[in-house]
């Protein structure tokens, strides 16, 4: 998988590992935090339940390919947890991103 490496301002360098989806996946506490979404069809991304999830756990998932406005990226939570108070969260923007957190309990959009 490649991998992104940013500088840093006083903390050395932060890795990050890209992964690229083109289908419905559901997302699990282990996969990278950077998520690629080469969508050729509307698709949906489930985050895994965040009490399973790494309290702090982030993904980052952007629109690679510009299609978000014809090709819609929606977030779901599991067990019908929301996402910033929402059922769901939609992408349908192109080329937009958006970062995603838990605290544990819930997941927030950042």
Same mark, same amino acid.
């Given at each position: 998988?490649? %991998?992104? *490496? $940013?500088?840093? #301002?006083?903390?050395?360098? !932060? *890795?990050?590992?890209? !992964? #690229? /989806?083109? !289908?419905?996946?559901?997302?699990?506490?282990?996969?990278?935090?950077?998520?690629?979404?080469?969508?050729?069809? *509307?698709?949906?991304?489930?985050? $895994?339940?965040? #009490?399973?999830?790494?309290?702090?756990? %982030?993904?980052?998932?952007?629109?690679?390919?510009?299609?978000?406005?014809?090709?819609?990226?929606?977030?779901?939570?599991?067990?019908?947890?929301?996402?910033?108070?929402?059922?769901?969260?939609?992408?349908?923007?192109?080329?937009?991103?958006?970062?995603?957190?838990?605290?544990?309990?819930?997941? /927030?959009?950042?």
């Amino acid at each position: 998988m490649p %991998r992104y *490496s $940013p500088g840093s #301002s006083g903390g050395g360098d !932060t *890795s990050y590992t890209l !992964t #690229s /989806y083109n !289908t419905h996946t559901t997302l699990t506490n282990e996969m990278p935090n950077v998520i690629s979404v080469a969508a050729t069809a *509307s698709l949906t991304l489930t985050l $895994p339940d965040a #009490s399973a999830a790494t309290t702090g756990k %982030r993904y980052y998932i952007k629109d690679a390919t510009g299609s978000a406005g014809t090709h819609n990226i929606t977030l779901s939570g599991s067990n019908g947890q929301k996402i910033d108070g929402l059922g769901t969260y939609v992408i349908s923007h192109d080329w937009s991103a958006i970062g995603i957190c838990t605290d544990g309990s819930h997941w /927030y959009v950042i």
